[in-house]
């Protein structure tokens, strides 16, 4: 599963343990979950915090009122995600796939975190001004406007490429395996529609199976 987030994300993951070492909890919440978010500095869900004017230690501060420091001290080792937390990371994956969109970000986190209504967390963004729709909307927009900054900057892909081959992969069930063998967990190859102008999109594809494909795409793999 983790595989598929991006670097920022995992950090994300990582510090919310450290968030909740911190406050000696022995389980990792939604709470731990947005600290750990606010605390990477980088990555769409940081973009869509910065963009609704969030002060992130006003954020922190929020979060450490509604908290209580635990009464046994943990220091160190890997603690166990509360069962909101795992729905949490569920529903960042969801929304990701709802998008088209082949990794999970800190982006997808954030709107994961907005959608259990329950939760500290959420409590604490709704009253910071950050609804699910407003996020989900700047993340839209946010993503879009890479796709064109990426569309630029493959502008030089090989005129050989076979559009027949690229549109066998425009079905979003089979970005997460390679279409040929359903291996899990490849190679990455760009593939860009240039006669119809459609998306660049990332498509796992396993070692084994990268030979198949045309010349014009396989001058576009990247380990």
Avoid at 44 to 59: A, E, R, Y
Avoid at 186 to 210: E, T
């Amino acid at each position: 599963m983790f595989e598929r987030f991006t670097d920022s994300c995992r950090k994300a993951v990582t510090l919310s343990n450290r968030e909740a070492l911190r406050y000696n909890h022995e389980y990792i919440g939604p709470e731990h979950i947005l600290l750990g978010l606010a605390s990477v500095n980088k990555g769409f869900g940081f973009q869509i915090l910065h963009g609704c004017s969030i002060d992130i230690d006003k954020l922190r501060n929020e979060i450490e009122n509604l908290i209580k420091t635990g009464s046994n001290t943990i220091s160190q080792g890997k603690v166990p995600q509360s069962p909101q937390a795992k729905k949490v990371v569920e529903m960042a994956i969801n929304e990701a796939r709802s998008l088209d969109h082949c990794e999970i970000g800190t982006e997808h986190l954030l709107l994961g975190l907005l959608k259990i209504e329950d939760s500290i967390a959420s409590q604490v963004l709704t009253a910071l001004g950050i609804t699910y729709k407003n996020a989900r909307e700047m993340l839209v927009d946010l993503h879009d406007k890479n796709d064109t900054s990426e569309e630029n900057q493959n502008s030089q892909v090989p005129q050989e490429a076979d559009i027949h081959s690229i549109q066998l992969f425009e079905n979003k069930d089979s970005f997460t395996k390679c279409p040929q063998c359903e291996y899990n967990g490849g190679f990455h190859i760009l593939f860009y529609g240039l006669k119809n102008k459609q998306h660049s999109k990332w498509i796992l594809v396993c070692p084994g199976c990268k030979s198949k494909f045309d010349v014009g795409l396989n001058s576009l793999f990247r380990g």
